[in-house]
């Protein structure tokens, strides 16, 4: 794929230009594995500003973009949550975004509304150091998700 479009790909992936770039930069990739394996390697070199732009490109929990097929799969747990569970998610989320000054990440993906709502709770006495590493290793999971599903050897896995 020529480079150009890849980044377009990626970019679906993750909203970091850096991250997009570092994989783009890394081809060709052996297996699946080592797709994996350079994109937390891109993860983990992302400052503090990539970061952010990938966080940009997250929905919060329990307001999936409209739309979006890839955000509500990934939000699903949230889908048959009641109304009272989906008003209080929205009140940690307000409240994490407030203390962090960013979108509240995790990957959902398997997770129920409660788990979301306990998961919100707990991250939101973390100082921003905490914060920013569980941030950083939820992105890498996300993204791993992602990739499997852009790669044909990797969906079955």
Known sequence: MPARAASAELHEVCA????????V????????EALFAASDSAVAELTAADLAEAMAGH??????????????????????????LKREVLELNLAYEGRFGH????????RTGDQLRDAL???????PQQEREIVRTELGKINRIRLARLVPTARGA
Request: net charge positive; hydrophobic share 35%; aromatic share 6%.
């Open 59 to 84: 929905p919060p929990i329990g307001r999936p973009k409209a739309g979006d097929p890839l955000s509500a799969r990934e939000q699903r747990g949230m889908s048959d949550a009641s109304d009272g």
């Open 121 to 127: 709770r707990t991250r939101l006495g973390n100082t």
């Open 16 to 23: 970091s230009a850096a991250w997009g770039a570092r994989l």
């Open 25 to 32: 930069a890394r081809r060709p990739y052996a297996s699946a």
């Open 103 to 110: 979108v509240f990440l995790i990957c959902a993906t398997g």
